[in-house]
């Protein structure tokens, strides 16, 4: 008979690595939401622009326009990203999903004006509102910080990372509920069956009461002995979930002549 043991951690095994994978990638989608956060609040303290402008009245002067005047939505995203961190290490299924939307969203959003930035200069009128130059002075050009928007850029490729991670997770955590391999299925009945027939066994020597040595068996034969190192045929912990399970797999739990079993 094989003995329990080496097969008796194949199953708690396989949950430890699902649920130590889940982990990781919640762990990696707060250290990429925590970077995204990082990088939207670092962009909204930079200078995105500068403004020169005149009034006629004095010299020229130069405006420099930030990135949270810029981009006004910069710093309140980052605040929202670092209080996601916790719904996306609580939630769990459709709610994480939602919370892996939001924050892709979110990060898409903030590049919009980024690329506007890089790809398309920046607006005279916008940049004058932006810095809240008086009306009395005329813009004369703007000169802007391409880096400001590389790091906005940054931050959304962060946040797009972590909304993958956390939809894997919740992906994850779904498929390990609904659904598990035949072969894994299997071998956690026979796992189940033999650690219920060794610790039964060990029950019954503690208690100085003989093993169940008779049964109907292969014979056909009330009463013949079945071999001391086979287990019970019909475990009584066996529950009847357990035993349409071993069916649908293959396994016959009343046949101790299966090579499965052995």
């Known amino acids: 008979m094989t003995s329990a043991d080496p097969g008796a951690g194949a199953g708690p095994d396989a949950e430890a690595l699902r649920r130590k994978s889940v982990r990781r990638l919640q762990v ?11 990088a939207f609040w670092g962009a909204s303290r930079l200078t995105w622009a500068t403004v020169s402008a005149e009034d006629g009245l004095s010299p020229q002067r130069a405006f420099e326009v930030n990135g949270g005047d810029w981009s006004p939505w910069l710093t309140p995203l980052a605040l929202v990203y670092l209080a996601g961190i916790a719904a996306a290490l609580s939630v769990r299924g459709w709610a994480l999903r ?16 980024a690329i506007s930035l890089i790809t398309g200069g920046a607006d005279s009128n916008y940049a004058a509102d932006a810095g809240s130059i008086p009306d009395r002075y005329v813009v004369l050009y703007v000169d802007t910080n391409p880096l400001a928007a590389l790091v906005v850029l940054v931050g959304t490729l962060f946040a797009v990372g972590a909304a993958v991670a956390l939809l894997r997770v919740a992906k994850g955590a779904t498929r390990s509920s609904k659904y598990t391999t035949p072969a894994a299925r299997r071998e956690e009945i026979e796992t189940q069956i033999f650690a219920d027939y060794e610790r039964r066994k060990a029950a019954q020597t503690e208690t100085g009461t003989p093993a169940p040595e008779t049964t109907t068996g292969g014979s056909g034969k009330p009463g013949a002995a079945d071999d001391t190192d086979s287990p019970d045929p019909t475990p009584p912990g066996a529950n009847e979930r357990m035993m349409w399970d071993a069916l649908d797999t293959g396994i016959d739990p009343t046949d101790p002549t299966d090579p499965d079993r052995r």
């Open 28 to 38: 990696l989608a707060a250290v990429l939401m925590a970077a995204a956060a990082a």
């Open 98 to 113: 939602v919370v892996a939307i939001l924050v892709a969203v979110g990060g898409v959003l903030a590049a919009f004006p």
